[in-house]
């Protein structure tokens, strides 16, 4: 059974379009992070919910809006993409709390052309 | 501000050898420290992580790391590298204040020879 996992694996689409990224998990958590990791693998948090509450938003442009219809998913919804938003993208969840360990989906990898 | 660094993007090792991967921290409050590992085409495994207590800690794939407080360091160490080691490994701190918010570091790529 997969812990933590984001349809679709791969994303391929032009610049302007709006696409979506899910991501789900079994593992009963309730926190649930998204991470953009660019060209160059280093890695950034862009949100974190807990308990479908958003706790964590960095300087993510506002195109990005994530949605937590309850706590086992937390969508990515992406509006107008850019050629900079060309990265992977990788879900993420935990229990609450700082000490508690993170456990990553499988990851998205989006091409912009 | 809490941050990471991972003074070195490469280590190399060859097979037996011991192998160290740096990595120092600042941060608000108590650290919370992780070691991931990150192989091609996967998302991030953990390894292992500090909370509180012994200073040694003992984690997966025969990894361990030493926190030092006074040098706010938290190294990742293997007494006998296999060439399967070979991967992308991050250090992430998360304070006890922030929201608890993972601050990851740039990442070391190991490789190990055989």
């Known amino acids: 059974d997969t812990a933590v996992s984001q349809t679709p694996k791969y994303l391929v689409t032009q610049m302007g379009n709006d696409k979506s990224i899910k991501c789900e998990q079994n593992l009963g958590h309730d926190t649930m992070y998204w991470y953009k990791q660019d060209s160059k693998k280093f890695l950034k948090i862009m949100f974190s919910?807990?308990?479908?509450?958003?706790?964590i938003n960095e300087t993510v442009p506002n195109r990005f809006s994530p949605k937590s219809p309850d706590k086992a998913h937390l969508n990515l919804h992406i509006n107008s993409l850019e050629l900079g938003d060309s990265a992977v993208y990788f879900c993420a969840s935990s229990h609450a709390g700082p000490q508690e360990t993170q456990y990553f989906g499988p990851g998205t990898r989006l091409l912009v052309l | 501000a809490q941050s990471v660094a991972q003074p070195e993007d490469q280590v190399n090792v060859a097979e037996g050898n011991p192998l160290t991967v740096k990595c120092t921290y600042s941060?608000?409050?108590?650290?919370?420290l992780f070691w991931y590992v990150q192989y091609p085409n996967r998302g991030l495994q953990f390894l292992l992580k500090y909370i509180t207590g012994d200073n040694l800690v003992k984690g997966s794939y025969g990894f361990e790391a030493e926190f030092n407080k006074s040098q706010t360091s938290f190294h990742l160490k293997k007494p006998s590298a296999l060439v399967s080691d070979s991967a992308l490994y991050f250090c992430?701190?998360?304070?006890?204040?922030?929201?608890?918010?993972?601050?990851f570091g740039d990442g070391t790529t190991l490789t190990v020879k055989p």
């Open positions: 941060v608000s409050g108590n650290p919370y």
């Open positions: 992430a701190v998360r304070g006890d204040t922030n929201a608890g918010k993972s601050t």
């Open positions: 919910y807990n308990n479908k509450e958003l706790i």
